[in-house]
């Protein structure tokens, strides 16, 4: 892993995440354009990629147990980061309304938009395959635990309709395929990988879009956000680093987890937050601080996933 390639796309992940911030902040594009380009990422562009990437592999012993250990990693981190989540909220005394989107924050990260694009330029597709495994760990944490945590009812509707969407979808597809050895004829999967390989551009767009409505004001209000950053960006995911390294876990397999551990706060926790009457201005908070900080703080995590794995 070249410490260069990580900082150059870093950078380039920036500007663009920029460009979009600018082009809604000037009134050039409307900041509703958003939820187009993410439903369009969510519902094509990342099933493509999903396809595209586990239908070519070949099924391996060495694989299946990678994927097994990547499985309990990540059970491991999230479960970890929400323990610590839930400790900080008691030990500052955050109000219930905001506790309860605290926790979420602290344990589930922006993998996709952000944590797909630097994996996929750090470890290429095979560290992609292996994120997919944190990525429905995470989603499912959010969608089922973190819906309960976030809502005082105890609804289960949005269970089966938020884990049936189309990621889930491809990815059942795409380990069908896996498993038996079916393989997308050349011209289709040209096709589709091309389709996929948007997902870098168009992501950080929509990061950069969706920070773009976010109240800065509400910082100097929601100053528990200081709190979660450092630990969510930076403290956790060291220790995860040490730890792994310390088991003697295969280094691709601790750098994707390490990485994907230290994303900054889902963008959809403020949406779900605001649609559960919880506190969705400290999701918004959250979102913009630790995705600025996160700049810095990726490659800094790089730099020691380098070095010491």
């Known amino acids: 892993m070249d410490m260069m390639n990580v900082i150059n796309q870093v950078g380039m992940l920036s500007i663009t995440m920029l460009i979009g911030f600018l082009i809604v902040k000037t009134g050039y594009i409307d900041g509703q354009y958003k939820n187009a380009i993410s439903k369009l990422i969510v519902n094509l562009i990342l099933p493509c990629l999903i396809i595209s990437s586990i239908s070519e592999k070949e099924l391996k012993l060495d694989l299946l147990k990678d994927l097994i250990t990547v499985f309990f990693m990540a059970v491991f981190c999230i479960a970890t980061m929400y323990a610590f989540g839930a400790l900080v909220a008691k030990i500052l005394k955050i109000p219930d309304y905001t506790a309860r989107v605290h926790k979420i924050m602290s344990s589930c990260g922006n993998v996709i938009f952000i944590g797909y694009p630097i994996l996929i330029a750090m470890y290429g597709e095979m560290g992609f395959f292996y994120a997919i495994i944190y990525w429905l760990l995470n989603d499912l944490f959010l969608w089922t635990i973190g819906i309960l945590i976030l809502s005082k009812k105890n609804d289960g509707e949005p269970f089966v309709k ?117 506190d969705f201005e400290y999701a918004a908070v959250g979102l913009f601080v630790t995705t600025i900080l996160s700049i810095f703080t990726l490659p800094f995590i790089c730099y020691l996933i380098k070095l010491w794995v």
């Open 162 to 278: 938020k884990l049936l969407n189309p990621n889930t979808i491809s990815f059942a597809i795409a380990i069908i395929m896996f498993v038996f050895g079916l393989k997308l004829p050349p011209v289709i999967h040209s096709a589709v990988s091309g389709i996929g390989a948007l997902t870098t551009s168009l992501s950080m767009l929509f990061i950069g879009m969706a920070l773009a409505d976010v109240d800065v004001k509400n910082i100097i209000k929601k100053w528990w956000v200081v709190v979660i950053a450092p630990i969510k960006l930076v403290i956790l995911p060291i220790v995860f680093l040490l730890i792994f390294k310390y088991i003697g876990i295969r280094s691709i397999l601790v750098g994707v987890v390490c990485l994907e551990a230290a994303m900054p706060v889902q963008t959809v926790t403020a949406i779900i937050a605001k649609e559960h009457e919880a």
